[in-house]
């Protein structure tokens, strides 16, 4: 099978030749059709995760069909449609597993990082990641739902607001572009906020209400204005941006971390207590989210934009989106 690795930390992709690898007890061997290109493949690409073992082909983002399964799994019959995200597998066991918080599992295992991803035209995943596609969605449109979906999505209906309350989505990109859709098929009064005018009217075409260009007004003095956000959706990777947004959430306004980013989020203790505001971070979820994202998909008609390449061409595609110059998930195809 044809196969995309980084050979080493801070190696580049390396199209390899591989043989076809046969599924274990417990685990279903994918056709890959289809793998999103996701920011956190850097961690792998650069080494910044610990105990990464190369060579590793990356992608958390997965979408084919069941070639073949292993010993002991009844769940799942050749042919069927099957994506697999960033949560691969947990123990089942652990304190955190038998809480229901499977995320926190210690020894949960990450695809694309503890096992390998979907580089490649075939892959491994144990059967309890999986997830099932619905006909209604191509295999393109299913792949970066299983992590900028599943996290956009399962975030927001965890988040506490109810129909009718006021979210923002600060970020119209990867996540934020999916986030709009979200809020506004949930019923939510939907603002998009971003800088500049040029995403306006990207922003109201997925169903925001109204767009706020945060480079020539006050985005928290606006939202206020509307009530004050019962939700604020932080897709954009800046703890700066996120600090000035922080005065336009409402009583009991909660603000969802959703991208990865290093710097710091400032916040004093009078803003939290005055109005009961909240800063939560949010990871994914599991097959089952996974699932139930794709399924609101195939019924409301939410789609990501994608920009699609093929498996040769890894390195380029990746680029495209390290670079932030994809609009908006890249999905290599490996046929």
């Known amino acids: 099978m044809k196969s995309v690795v980084i050979p080493q930390a801070g190696g580049a992709f390396t199209a390899t030749e591989r043989p076809i690898p046969e599924p274990g007890p417990g685990m279903v061997r994918l056709r890959v059709e289809a793998c999103g290109i996701c920011h956190s493949d850097a961690f792998v690409k650069e080494g910044h995760w610990p105990g990464l073992e190369y060579p590793r082909a990356p992608g958390h983002e997965v979408a084919g069909s069941v070639d073949a399964v292993g010993a002991g799994v009844t769940a799942w019959k050749t042919g069927d449609r099957a994506g697999i ?13 038998r809480a229901g918080d499977f995320i926190s599992c210690e020894r949960l295992r990450i695809t694309g990082f503890d096992f390998d991803g979907g580089y490649q035209q075939f892959m491994i995943a144990p059967e309890r990641g999986l997830a099932r596609i619905p006909e209604k969605l191509s295999f393109a449109d299913a792949a970066p739902l299983m992590c900028a979906g599943v996290t956009t999505y399962n975030s927001l209906r965890h988040s506490g607001a109810i129909p009718g309350d006021v979210v923002a989505v600060h970020g119209i990109g990867g996540l934020g572009h999916l986030g709009v859709q979200f809020a506004r098929h949930c019923g939510f009064h939907t603002i998009a906020v971003s800088r500049g005018r040029d995403k306006e009217e990207l922003a109201l075409k997925l169903g925001a209400h109204r767009y706020i260009d945060s ?5 928290a003095q606006e939202l206020k204005k509307s009530g004050g956000a019962r ?4 897709t954009a990777p800046s703890g700066a941006a996120i600090t000035s947004l922080l005065d336009g959430l409402g009583r009991d306004g909660k603000m969802l971390a959703l991208a990865g980013f290093g710097d710091v ?4 203790a009078m803003q939290l207590i005055g109005g009961r505001h909240s800063i939560q971070g949010w990871a ?3 097959s089952k989210d996974s699932e139930d994202t794709l399924n609101f998909c195939a019924l409301t008609g939410i789609r990501p934009m994608i920009e699609t390449f093929p498996l040769n061409q890894a390195e380029k595609a990746y680029e495209r989106m390290i670079t932030n110059r994809a609009r908006f998930r890249v999905v290599l195809e490996t046929r």
């Not at 995200?85 to 597993?97: E, K």
């Not at 939700?231 to 932080?234: D, F, S």
């Open 85 to 97: 995200g960033w949560h691969g597998d947990h123990c089942g066991v652990c304190p955190a597993c």
């Open 215 to 219: 480079a020539t007004e006050n985005a």
């Open 231 to 234: 939700v604020i959706m932080a």
């Open 265 to 268: 989020v400032q916040a004093t």
């Open 284 to 286: 994914s979820g599991t």
